[in-house]
């Protein structure tokens, strides 16, 4: 049974840090692109970064210096480890896994910038 698992979402004040994870099971992680997608309240997925098959890390413009994608092979994990938090970050953070047949999603985690 496939499974993408976030944890680690919360409130956090601005400026503030996070890591979210994702872990991934039932599919060969390591022959999937890991993504992170965003959806903010009222709006439409946004993509914020992922990896892909080669290992390779893209970033969207308005998250670049501040979040850092990584992942543990070993441990079928990705991260994102997100820093200098603006409300603009708050949204629900869903983790995706795709090839050129697939593609998984995980039920999301919620993180909230405010003070």
């Known amino acids: 049974q496939v499974q993408l698992v976030e944890s680690g979402g919360g409130l956090v004040q601005p400026g503030g840090s996070l890591r979210l994870s994702c872990a991934a099971s039932?599919?060969?992680?390591?022959?999937?692109?890991m993504n992170w997608v965003r959806q903010a309240p009222g709006k439409g997925l946004e993509w914020v970064s992922g990896f892909n098959v080669g290992g390779n890390t893209y970033y969207a413009d308005s998250v670049k210096g501040r979040f850092t994608i990584s992942k543990d092979n070993a441990k079928n994990t990705v991260y994102l480890h997100m820093n200098s938090l603006k409300p603009e970050d708050t949204a629900v953070y869903y983790c995706n896994g795709h090839s050129l047949l697939r593609e998984y999603w995980g039920q999301g985690a919620q993180v909230t910038v405010s003070s």
């Open positions: 039932g599919f060969t992680f390591s022959s999937y692109c």
